[in-house]
């Protein structure tokens, strides 16, 4: 029965006989980053981000489960789930119904657990008008999180508005990606020394939130505002934002005082315009703005300029491609490549740690969100934020849209001093701060 | 409207804080920052989180706490009754301590994790080997546990695989690994048979026979697609 059932479904089947051609379940590798997520996520560290759209209507959640429905199958880089192999994990064709949409319930970017997904790696929830969207960082960075969450927006008001839909039709976007191109193997160049710093960063303690919980605080602005501040500081508005923040750890933290640890921000670059690339996998690296306390009482412009400078000699093509090519290198080194898959995510679990816990916090720029023209009228706002990660307990993510922008502190510290004080300096420089949290500070 | 007012999705109304110079958009009369009372204002402002998140999240973690603690009394209860009976040759209440210890893991592991059914049954199978294994070692090694016990694990397993493979038709590939782990599972065992260290390797040597038969048979009857399911899974 053993056999009969094997060569039932093995290509020499019935099936074959009849005609029918059986497609060969697609299969993908890894990208250079992606190889580190599931080695090192876990309950804790879930490396989960989500990204939210508020539209100007409550959400239907059958029309919103149909619009996934439809949209899934069509972006590959979703419609995945992960494999464990001997040497390296790789992604497999899915092709199981999506994930249930269900209404949000818990705390945000709490560990996917694909055997309860469909063997999905992310997440579509609701709340009231809101749509998240939670993606397991494995798939793809915030610009292919931002891809995906769009088209699911732009099929849901289709088909909660007929007139859209007969407008419009049902194809993508056509600014919507789907390539899936591996650009860090494309652009590598040749191996270079590594360029991420390993000393301890000044990393913030602090009573935590209880097991489980998990923080969250929007910081709405005006755009144009927080423009205007930036350009008379001279930095652009990510060098204003990062230096605020830095600022406020330096305050409320360090009281002022020097210290011979630096505070040191990760900050994420899109590589995507420096190499020409439209890849919906990872392509970013991680640069570190730095500041060392080594006198007393730095004023505000001061901590500015160091990040500023920190942030110039870090952020070109060169510089970037560099980072890159060492962790490219160790991927495809010929030695490496043959360890079993156990030993690697030893190594590569050691390496985490130590680069972790060389910076005190990350900082993350999803940019300028744009949707296409006949959505605009649906869609309030956009939101963004990203989950701890060792010795990091708190964040902070930062994306604008219709002239708004929304910095999220994600934190499991129970202290909002950070938070107050990053408020001070945006309000003592002029612009209007609105707040809204997941409300964990007032419960 | 009137449902969003008592789901507490339209919470309340805008405040400011005169503190702080922040407009709070939450439900709430406190300033999240400085904790000071609000100033609201008539905008009506829905809630943006859903606000019993909290209350879900501990309720989760009174259970397993619960359990744990009943788990630690009555291993305690055991040692201290079969010490206060035997003395020093305590030995029933290491067999109680390993059962809780099986028992706590397996209702973690099964009805608490997360992780994947395939990995939930052959983690039953094998924490209940290890057990049987400490059993004989804590009994005096009798050898029953690698001679009788782990060849019947390993043949209920090559079964449930077979029946795994016809439920989960469509990736039935899926368990090749787990068939190559069962004989190279088995293969250990006969070379510590063929070495003397287990005397009767009869039911060990079916054992084996049957997973390698069994992972022969899914790979050449199985042909392109077993063949694509080992390069992927092997691909460096």
């Known amino acids: 029965m053993y056999i009969f059932f094997i060569w039932m479904i093995s290509e020499r089947g019935p099936k074959k006989l009849a005609g029918r051609k059986r497609r060969e379940i697609r299969w993908d590798k890894l990208d250079n980053t992606a190889n580190l997520f599931p080695v090192i996520a876990g309950e804790s560290m879930t490396n989960v ?32 789930r992960l494999r464990r192999g001997v040497f390296w994990y790789y992604f497999e064709e899915n092709g199981k119904k999506a994930p249930k949409v269900v209404e949000e319930n818990t705390f945000p970017c709490r560990f996917i657990h694909p055997s309860s997904n469909r063997d999905y790696l992310f997440r579509v929830t609701y709340y009231s008008c809101k749509i998240n969207l939670e993606v397991f960082h494995v798939l793809t960075d915030g610009m292919g999180g931002i891809n995906f969450i769009r088209e699911l927006t732009y099929q849901y008001l289709r088909l909660a508005h007929k007139d859209l839909q007969e407008k419009l039709g049902d194809e993508f976007s ?93 900050v994420p670059v899109n590589l995507r315009p420096f190499f020409d690339s439209i890849t919906t996998k990872n392509f970013f690296i991680m640069v570190s703005a730095e500041f060392i306390a080594k006198n007393e009482e730095y004023t505000f412009s001061e901590v500015l300029e160091i990040i500023k400078k920190s942030l110039h000699k870090q952020i070109t093509k060169e510089h970037l491609e560099n980072l890159f090519s060492y962790s490219v290198a160790g991927q495809l080194n010929k030695f490496a490549r043959p360890v079993p898959l156990f030993l690697k995510n030893a190594y590569m679990k050691m390496i985490y740690t130590k680069s972790a816990l060389a910076n005190t916090t990350t900082v993350t720029n999803i940019g300028n969100l744009k949707v296409d023209e006949p959505y605009e009228k649906y869609i309030d706002q956009f939101y963004a934020f990203i989950a701890m990660s060792e010795g990091q307990y708190i964040k902070g993510t930062i994306c604008s849209y219709n002239g708004v922008l929304v910095y999220t502190f994600s934190s499991i510290l129970a202290d909002t001093s950070i938070q107050k004080c990053f408020c001070k300096q945006l309000v003592s420089d002029g612009i209007s701060v609105s707040i809204e949290t997941n409300g964990v500070y007032s419960s | 409207m009137q449902e969003n007012i008592q789901n507490g999705k339209f919470g309340g109304k805008m405040a400011r804080c005169k503190k702080c110079n922040v407009e709070i958009l939450d439900d709430t009369d406190r300033c999240p920052l400085c904790n000071l009372i609000l100033e609201k204002n008539d905008t009506p402002i829905s809630n943006l989180y859903p606000i019993d998140a909290i209350e879900i999240t501990r309720r989760f973690r009174v259970f397993s706490n619960i359990l744990l603690f009943l788990s630690i009394v009555l291993q305690t209860f055991c ?158």
């Open chain 1, 174 to 266: 056509y600014n919507t990606s789907l390539n899936r191109e591996d650009s860090f193997i494309k652009n590598f160049k040749k191996k270079t020394k590594r360029g991420y710093k390993s000393q301890k960063a000044y990393l913030i303690k602090g009573d935590k939130l209880s097991d489980g919980e998990f923080g969250v605080m929007h910081i709405l602005m005006p755009l144009d505002e927080i423009k205007t501040v930036s350009k008379k500081y001279n930095a652009t508005i990510n060098e204003y934002l990062v230096a605020c923040f830095v600022w406020s750890i330096y305050v409320e933290c360090l009281k002022k005082m020097p210290s011979e640890k630096a505070i040191r921000v990760a």
């Open chain 1, 49 to 80: 981000y989500r990204i939210s759209v508020k539209l100007k209507e409550e959400i239907q959640p059958e029309l919103l489960q149909e619009a996934l429905n439809k949209v899934l199958p069509r972006m590959d880089g979703f419609n995945l």
């Open chain 2, 79 to 236: 040692f201290w009754l079969d010490y206060s009976i035997n003395g020093r040759k305590i030995m029933w209440s290491i067999i109680v301590g390993m059962v809780v210890v099986y028992v706590n893991v397996i209702l973690r592991l099964t009805i608490m994790g997360k992780s994947g059914y395939l990995f939930k049954i052959v983690g039953i199978f094998f924490i209940a080997l290890g057990m049987c294994v400490c059993s004989d070692f804590v009994m005096g090694y009798k050898g029953w546990s690698l001679e009788y016990v782990f060849p019947i694990v390993i043949l209920v397993l090559d079964l449930i695989i077979v029946i795994l493979m016809l439920a989960n038709r469509r990736n039935w590939q899926s368990y090749i690994m787990i068939q190559l782990f069962q004989v190279v599972l088995g293969v250990v065992l006969v070379t510590l048979g063929v070495f003397g260290e287990i005397k009767w390797v009869v039911l060990i040597n079916v054992s084996t026979a049957v997973s390698i038969f069994l992972f022969l048979g899914t790979v050449i009857i199985g042909d392109k697609r077993a063949k694509t399911e080992l390069k992927r899974r092997f691909h460096i």
